[in-house]
């Protein structure tokens, strides 16, 4: 069954530094997201992507956020300058219609 | 501002027993709700999803319900086992039209565990 691909599964960085989270949707979907789960929170929505646009974000999603798709197959968040509460699991997601998606499983970032 | 609130935050039951859980929602204008199951340190699968036109889905020994009007939903595992032991998670997507739908409002999960 296709699944949702992220990688790494764990980074550890210096505050900061930037970090690229790769993802690799399902290949006929045409909806990206990005989600965090600080430990012991809530699963929070970042950013949705469609038709090589950002849809929606949420207030997390400042301008030290961006995402991109560079490629047609892989979806990238980028953090460029992390602070040690960008500390989280961070999934990526992917569906064919809005709101039914497969998620990743995840990427823990770890910022020291 | 939706918010997701599920209850009980942990339950632990003994193998064979038919189990409840619950989430509430404070906005009924959603597009769908998801029930996803996460275990330790991995993704969340999805379970089951209910569209706002729905009354309930099955899968197996899952059965979720959906009330909109009361912003509830249930999701009732029969004859529970060790291996359903994990963190349920209720999730809604808002129905304010276009690209809103894709924005999940998570509850904080019931953290299950099944004994043998």
């Known amino acids: 069954e296709p699944e949702v691909t992220q990688t790494p599964s764990h980074q550890v960085t210096q505050m900061g530094q930037e970090v690229i989270l790769r993802c690799v949707p399902i290949?006929?979907?045409?909806?990206f997201y990005w989600y965090r789960q600080i430990l012991g929170q809530k699963v929070e929505f970042l950013v949705s992507f469609y038709n090589n646009e950002i849809s929606e974000k949420s207030e997390i999603f400042d301008d030290q956020f961006s995402v991109e798709r560079p490629d047609g197959s892989n979806f990238t968040l980028k953090i460029r300058s992390t602070k040690l509460e960008d500390s989280a699991m961070y999934f990526c997601?992917?569906?064919?219609?809005w709101g039914q998606g497969a998620f990743g499983s995840g990427t823990r970032l770890t910022v020291v | 501002k939706q918010e997701v609130t599920q209850i009980p935050a942990a339950l632990s039951v003994p193998e064979g027993e038919n189990l409840v859980l619950n989430c509430s929602f404070t906005d009924s204008a959603i597009y769908n709700l998801q029930w996803f199951r996460q275990d330790p340190g991995k993704g969340l699968t999805s379970l089951l999803l209910i569209q706002s036109s729905q009354r309930e889905q099955t899968s197996g020994r899952l059965n979720a319900s959906l009330d909109k009007s009361s912003g509830r939903s249930t999701l009732y595992i029969a004859a529970s086992q060790p291996g359903d032991s994990a963190t349920y998670l209720c999730?809604?997507?808002?129905?304010?039209?276009?690209?809103?739908?894709?924005?999940?409002?998570f509850g904080q999960g019931t953290i299950l565990t099944v004994h043998p």
């Open positions: 290949s006929n979907h045409l909806y």
């Open positions: 997601a992917s569906s064919r219609q």
């Open positions: 999730a809604v997507a808002p129905n304010a039209g276009g690209t809103s739908y894709g924005k999940l409002t």
